[in-house]
């Protein structure tokens, strides 16, 4: 099976400008889940998404948002971009129930970064 | 809610011996699962072992084994053997049983294997 794959893998906005990241899951799988990882604050839950409806979500603004699609496909939007927000986000996913449901495997990355 | 501390940003091990990486918890569930995932230089993220909060035995793989004390919420990393390949940040992560695939990681440790 293919893995998780993620595009872009790079990107360079400028601050107040918006973007958007996608997300392909392992096929068969119906959880997406949103990672960010920077230097200072490590590894945050941004969100999760199951069969297109956001299941668990972390505390950032409202500036991030995501969606599913009904291929399981997903996005994430960064709206109104920070300098803070320069970061590495990762995607992973499962297959959402069952009992191995319990293991992600996580995307390449896409790397963002704000001027 | 959940947190997961790893007291050591760094440790050192010469190739082929064992190196130990320490984790510890908090949470006051008590079906969950707790996972240990390496990041290599390439910043992809790969899963090296879980273990089920309900198993007593140790999880086990190839030269990766696991030290879970469920009563002191700890879960210890051993590496047997190490290898050249096994440099890599290690985060040790936590996800409940209650449902959604969310991974509450601690800060990790960054492995350096020398030859």
């Known amino acids: 099976k293919a893995g998780v794959t993620q595009t872009p893998r790079y990107l360079i906005k400028t601050r107040g400008q918006q973007v958007t990241l996608s997300c392909s899951p392992i096929?068969?799988?119906?959880?997406v889940s949103w990672y960010q990882q920077t230097p200072g604050q490590g590894l945050q839950f941004l969100f999760e998404?199951?069969?297109?409806?956001?299941?668990n979500k972390g505390n950032f603004p409202g500036r991030f948002s995501g969606r599913q699609f009904s291929n399981s496909r997903s996005e994430m939007n960064v709206s109104t971009l920070e300098l803070g927000d320069s970061a590495l986000y990762l995607c992973?996913?499962?297959?959402?129930?069952?009992?191995?449901?319990?293991?992600?495997?996580f995307g390449p990355g896409t790397r963002l970064t704000v001027t | 809610a959940q947190t997961v501390t790893q007291s050591q940003p760094e440790m050192s091990v010469q190739e082929a011996e064992t190196v130990t990486l320490s984790c510890t918890y908090d949470?006051?569930?008590?079906?969950?699962?707790l996972f240990w995932y390496k990041q290599p230089p390439s910043r992809q993220m790969i899963l090296v072992i879980r273990?089920?909060?309900?198993?007593?035995q140790n999880a086990t793989e190839n030269r990766f084994s696991v030290n879970f004390q469920k009563a002191a919420k700890s879960f210890s990393l051993k590496i047997s053997d190490s290898q050249l390949g096994d440099a890599a940040m290690y985060f040790c992560?936590?996800?409940?049983?209650?449902?959604?695939?969310?991974?509450?990681f601690g800060e990790g440790t960054q492995l350096t294997v020398n030859p």
């Open positions: 992973a996913s499962s297959s959402g129930s069952g009992a191995i449901s319990y293991e992600q495997y």
């Open positions: 949470t006051s569930e008590s079906d969950y699962y």
């Open positions: 998404y199951f069969s297109e409806t956001q299941r």
């Open positions: 096929s068969g799988h119906r959880s």
């Open positions: 992560a936590y996800r409940t049983g209650a449902g959604g695939s969310r991974l509450t």
């Open positions: 273990q089920e909060a309900y198993k007593q």
